[in-house]
Every structure is written in structure tokens, then in C-alpha cells.
């Protein structure tokens, strides 16, 4: 029935997978039926890129993948999944697999390598592959008494009084995540005790870990209380509505705008990256940093006229901006070695200080005016870090670089957008964390990381998946659902670079 090929590098996952994830002597396909599972998880197509491999690894037939023809009858297990798994291919392609061999044969091999890539950009060796699998395969799927769509307005007022604060429920409203309550308080004193009991309330609400968030509502006597609903009753927000907002709110010529995503009631929310002027984005494994970063990167890509925008994209683990390396376009550098990154960021401190010659001489105040002005027509340069630890444990010297252009590139178009898991003083140092005041926190696992990325709690208590709290520079903090970008999404806005 023809053979399942995969790439050198795939061929490498599977093995660390089973070396250093699974860690038990299995066959082979174990891993790739995992991936298989994960990718059927997925509710995009995979790309028919994956059809192509440039270094081959392997190829291996249907009997070993599906277990083709291994029937056994005498033990009455079957062990023969391929009509199951030709099923489950054809509800999720939408297309009869069963008619054509070949077809299924293809979208078979798109979705076991499209697994094994989301192996390599989700899974970190350092990290419990079970843990990984679990949060991949099995988040969105709730335990049936969760998912009970039950109102809470009762437990609310129960959990209220039982800190002490009277009140009623005035109206709820549904977000994509969340059900806001409001609750009328029958003594405006009681708002700072409801604040303190957050943590009572969430644990009466049986919520556990992902938090009771509580928003003003503008009116003196009535809060809003902001209670996370089962996973299996959330809206995903995905890249064509960021595309949808981009392109009908074209950037003005001196902006930047980037949409991280909507707020807790669904309304989209962007900001001009120029006026911040820099940004930090932080949270743990899993919580939805890269994905954060493909939807700002997606928003600059999309909503900044080409010749106004150059990208630098650093990528110590090599995978995350892969389908950007792929666009070949010249205003799109793609960096995965550490010390190339670090002298790119030391040429780029010289741009800096040439950029602000050029602008003293011009008389001009930064690039914004220069642009205006017809005088200075250089493109804006954003650089994107993926991962701010491996880029310092590895060459401390690039800390200092970012310090200077945390400080001084402001004025000169030169803007950094930094992602780390590891929010501690030692990868954030003092003066490169003053010097980014505008950040985004997603899921942590202790408030004191929650305080280093906001200097402020409250990150602890998010529901993971791109669920973040954005602050932007001198405003309070606002709470938002990130859009979900895939690889698949990324792929597409590049071959639109092509075009240029
Ligand atoms: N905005 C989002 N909406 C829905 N799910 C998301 C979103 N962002 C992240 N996720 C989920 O979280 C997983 C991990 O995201 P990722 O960006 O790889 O995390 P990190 O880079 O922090 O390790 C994704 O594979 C996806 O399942
Ligand atoms: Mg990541």
C-alpha cells in the first residue's frame, strides 16, 4: 500500500524521544502514533509541505504504523488499527481516505511529521515528556462533571459571605474563557475584602489553581467578578480574525501595531510597540510564550508596509521561527546560532549609535519625525528573542548589547521583543528589566515570577494556553486571551513575503 517517509530530523525526534522522553526500549512507531494523536489534535490541515523532505530519514510500511494486516483472531485482540485511523483522517480532511490509498497514505505521513515537529518546538529535554503529553493531548479534555455548564451565582453569594461581603448578582456575561459576574455590593467597603478572599472564592468555586480574577466595573457599588469556564466551553481565537483586525485598521505611518489578542469580554486589543518601546513576554513551559510571539510577529508582517519593517529573529532552539527562514526575504533574518545572535546585536548597538548621528545632524527628534519629515527613510527593526536564557547562559556578553538598546534605540526605530521562561534576576537583570517596562505575563507557577515579569501577582492564577496579563507602559493592567497562531498559519503569511 505504499510507505511512510520521514526526514533525518524527525528521525532524530523519535529517537530522543524515546531515549530521553518515553525512556523505555519501544518500537519505534510508539512515537510516531503519538504524534499521529497529537496532530489529529490540531484543527488546522497539515501543510502538504510536509509532503516534501529534503534529508531523507526512513520509510517505514503500513504494517509497522497502523498494524496492518495484524489481526489477531486467536486471542480476539485486534491489533489491526488502520481502518480506525483511516476514519479518523477522513473526519478530520473531511474526504473519503477509504476510496484512495494514496491520499491516505499522504495525509498519514503530514500528520505523524507534523506531530514529531510539534514534539521538537514544544518539548524541551529538560522537561518530563509525560507531563508534556499530557498537557498537549489531553488539555480540552474535561472530566464530565467540569464541563456541566452549571451557574455558579449561588456559590458566588455562598463563597462572598463567607468572607464577609454581601451582595447580588446583578448580570453575568460570557467571554471566550471566562463568565464575568456582577455583583452589586451592598457596602462599597467590602471591595477591598473581596480582593483579599479571591483565593477563598476560587477554592469554594472547587476552580483549584486558575484563579477568580475580580475587574472593576466603573460603576462605585458593583464588581466584576471573572470566573474561568471548563476548557470545553472556550472560544479559540484564531489567526484569520488577528488578520481580519490588521486589515481593517491599517498602521498608521509611524506605528507599529501588534494585537496579542482580546480581552476577557472578546474585544480585540493592540498597541503601538514605538510607544512602549520595547517588550518583555514571560511565563512558564507551556503557557504560550512562542505562540504569543508568532501573533506579534504575524501583526507586524501583516499590518506594516513592507519596505517600513526589517525583522531580526533569534532562535537559540532553532525551530520556533524555522517557517520564517524558509520566506528567504531579505528583510527577514533568521538567527539560531548564539554567537552569531551576539554579534548581530553588537553590529545592530553600532546602527544604533550611526542612526543617532544621523538624526542629531538631521536636527530631527527619532525616526518617526525623520520619516515625516521625508528626511530618514529607514525601515523600523523589531528583534525578536525566543528564548532570553539560552541566548545569556551562553554568551553573557549579549546582556550588555540588549542593556544599550533597552536604553538608547528607543529614538533610533530599533525595538526588542524578548520572551523568557525563566523570570529570575539572574537571566533578568535589574537594569535590562527597568529598561522594558512594558510586559506580558502568561501562566507561572509562583506569584514571586508573576511579581518579577509584572511586579505584580496574579500571573499564578491564569488558565495556561495563551491566557496573559498585558502592561503596557504607565497603564494598568489589562487581562487578555492570546490569539492562536499554528505553524501552518505562519507558512501561509510567508508565502505572501514571497510576492513582494
Ligand atoms: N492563544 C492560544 N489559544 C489556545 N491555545 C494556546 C494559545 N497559546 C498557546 N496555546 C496552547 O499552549 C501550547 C503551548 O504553547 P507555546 O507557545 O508552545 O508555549 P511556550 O512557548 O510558552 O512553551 C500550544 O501548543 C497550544 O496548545
Ligand atoms: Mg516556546
Request: charged share 25%.
Amino acid at each position: 500500500m505504499g510507505n511512510i517517509y520521514t526526514s533525518a530530523e524527525d528521525e532524530s525526534t523519535i529517537d530522543d524521544v524515546l531515549s530521553k522522553g518515553l525512556k523505555v526500549k519501544a518500537p519505534k512507531w510508539t512515537v510516531m502514533r503519538l504524534a499521529l494523536a497529537h496532530s489529529l489534535k490540531m484543527h488546522s490541515a497539515p501543510d502538504e509541505e510536509l509532503d516534501r523532505i529534503d534529508k531523507k530519514g526512513f520509510d517505514y510500511d503500513l504494517e509497522q504504523l497502523t498494524g496492518h494486516n495484524q489481526g489477531h483472531s486467536s486471542t480476539g485482540q485486534k491489533q489491526d488499527y488502520t481502518d480506525a485511523i483511516r476514519g479518523l483522517l477522513s473526519v478530520h480532511a473531511n474526504q473519503d481516505l477509504f476510496a484512495d490509498d494514496a491520499s491516505f497514505r499522504r495525509h498519514l505521513q503530514r500528520h505523524i511529521r507534523r506531530g514529531l515537529r510539534e514534539f521538537r518546538r514544544g518539548w524541551r529535554e529538560s522537561h518530563d515528556f509525560y507531563q508534556f503529553l499530557y498537557q498537549e493531548l489531553c488539555a480540552g479534555v474535561e472530566r464530565e462533571s467540569e464541563s456541566r455548564d452549571t451557574d455558579l451565582s449561588s456559590l458566588l453569594i455562598a463563597a462572598l459571605g463567607e468572607i464577609g461581603v454581601r451582595g447580588e448578582i446583578t448580570a453575568t456575561q460570557d467571554g471566550p474563557r471566562i463568565t464575568r459576574y456582577l455583583v452589586h455590593l451592598e457596602d462599597p467597603n467590602h471591595l477591598d475584602r473581596a480582593r483579599r478572599g479571591l483565593d477563598k472564592i476560587t477554592f469554594a468555586l472547587g476552580l483549584q489553581k486558575h484563579g477568580v480574577f475580580l475587574t472593576e466595573s466603573g460603576q462605585p457599588k458593583v464588581v466584576g467578578l471573572d470566573v474561568p469556564r471548563p476548557r470545553s466551553t472556550w472560544r479559540t481565537v484564531h489567526c484569520q480574525e488577528l488578520m481580519k483586525w490588521a486589515e481593517t485598521n491599517p498602521a498608521k505611518p509611524s506605528g507599529l501595531p501588534l494585537w496579542p489578542g482580546v480581552t476577557v469580554t472578546g474585544s480585540p486589543l493592540s498597541f503601538d510597540l514605538t510607544r512602549q518601546p520595547h517588550l518583555l513576554v514571560g511565563g512558564t513551559t507551556g503557557s504560550g510564550k512562542s505562540i504569543c510571539l508568532h501573533t506579534l510577529l504575524i501583526s507586524l508582517l501583516i499590518g506594516v508596509p513592507k519596505e517600513r519593517l526589517h525583522l531580526i529573529l533569534i532562535d537559540p532552539k532553532k525551530v520556533e521561527f524555522a517557517p520564517y527562514a524558509r520566506a528567504n526575504s531579505q528583510r527577514i533574518e533568521v538567527i539560531t546560532d548564539v554567537v552569531d545572535a551576539n554579534r548581530r546585536l553588537a553590529a545592530l548597538t553600532e546602527e544604533m549609535e550611526n542612526r543617532t548621528s544621523t538624526l542629531e545632524s538631521a536636527g530631527v527628534r527619532d525616526l518617526a519625525e525623520g520619516r515625516r519629515k521625508g528626511i530618514l527613510n529607514l525601515p523600523y527593526i523589531v528583534v525578536f528573542i525566543e528564548e532570553l536564557a539560552d541566548l545569556i547562559m551562553q554568551v553573557p556578553e549579549t546582556e550588555e548589547h540588549l542593556i544599550r538598546l533597552a536604553q538608547k534605540a528607543r529614538a533610533t526605530g530599533i525595538h526588542l521583543i524578548i520572551a523568557t521562561q525563566r523570570p529570575d534576576a539572574r537571566i533578568l537583570n535589574g537594569l535590562l528589566r527597568s529598561n522594558i517596562p512594558s510586559r506580558i505575563a502568561l501562566m507561572v507557577q509562583k506569584s514571586t515570577e508573576s511579581k518579577i515579569i509584572l511586579d505584580e501577582t496574579g500571573a499564578e492564577r491564569l488558565t495556561g494556553a495563551g491566557d496573559m496579563l498585558l502592561r503596557l507602559s504607565g497603564e494598568p493592567i489589562v487581562r487578555l486571551h492570546g490569539v492562536l497562531v499554528t505553524e501552518d498559519d505562519s507558512t501561509a503569511v510567508i508565502r505572501n513575503e514571497g510576492r513582494s
